[in-house]
């Protein structure tokens, strides 16, 4: 059975670094075939894709934040750690991981993580 | 700005069919597979359709997915109350690249 799930600050400050931590089970993030990504959601508006970490050691970000952004692995410890720097109010959203498959989806999702930016 | 366009809300009566579009170009929707994501209120996405018109497991048969050119759909057959969610395509862009969320259709059940 794979479950993940999210961890970090529920509230960061304006211009702090926000580290999210994505703790999983029921897979191994050693195989080429299979990846972690992060994605957030506002409240009340739409998913969007922040990143993506293959077992290979391969990574992808969106473009708008890719300098922002950065995702590492612990296959030993079976999680993935986004963090973004420069946080700012409009970085509020629901923070998800979710498991992928290459060719499949993001087929299992962690229940989310509300980070809240505020002074 | 999505670069997937749903319309943002779609409604139909219990037992109804109802589709819901997302209209992409021939960077994502016309190469590559087509996912479709299902929000309850309050709850995490779950994994619906993926390769353009594969159910996930336990899905059930009311829901299917068809892609052609550069638009893709989802049909809900047999609307049920609890069909009452935001749906979301997604699709991986080559220009990017990276994945792109369509804005999402809220679906109400009346």
């Known amino acids: 059975q794979i479950t993940l799930k999210e961890s970090g600050p529920t509230l960061v400050k304006p211009t702090q670094t926000l580290t999210l931590t994505c703790s999983f089970s029921?897979?191994?993030?050693?195989?080429?075939?299979?990846?972690v990504v992060w994605i957030r959601q506002p409240p009340g508006k739409a998913l969007e894709w922040l990143a993506l970490?293959?077992?290979?050691?391969?990574?992808h970000y969106s473009p708008s934040l890719k300098t922002r952004l950065t995702i590492t692995k612990d296959t030993s410890k079976n999680q993935v750690v986004l963090t973004m720097t420069n946080m700012a109010p409009v970085d509020m959203a629901t923070y998800y991981c979710a498991h992928d498959r290459p060719g499949y989806g993001f087929g299992y999702w962690g229940q989310g993580a509300l980070v809240t930016v505020s002074s | 700005q999505s670069v997937l366009t749903q319309p943002p809300s779609a409604s139909g009566t219990p037992g109804q069919r109802v589709t819901i579009s997302c209209s992409g170009s021939s960077s994502n929707v016309g190469i590559n597979p087509v996912n479709w994501y299902q929000q309850l209120p309050g709850m995490a996405p779950k994994f619906l359709i993926y390769?353009?018109?594969q159910r996930s497991s336990g899905v059930p048969d009311r829901f299917s997915a068809s892609k052609t050119g550069t638009s893709a759909s989802l049909a809900i057959s047999g609307l049920r109350s609890e069909d009452e969610a935001d749906y979301y395509c997604a699709v991986w862009d080559n220009s990017l690249p990276g994945v792109i969320f369509g804005g999402g259709t809220k679906l109400t059940v009346l």
């Open positions: 029921g897979f191994s993030l050693s195989d080429s075939g299979v990846g």
């Open positions: 390769n353009d018109n």
């Open positions: 970490i293959y077992g290979n050691d391969e990574k």
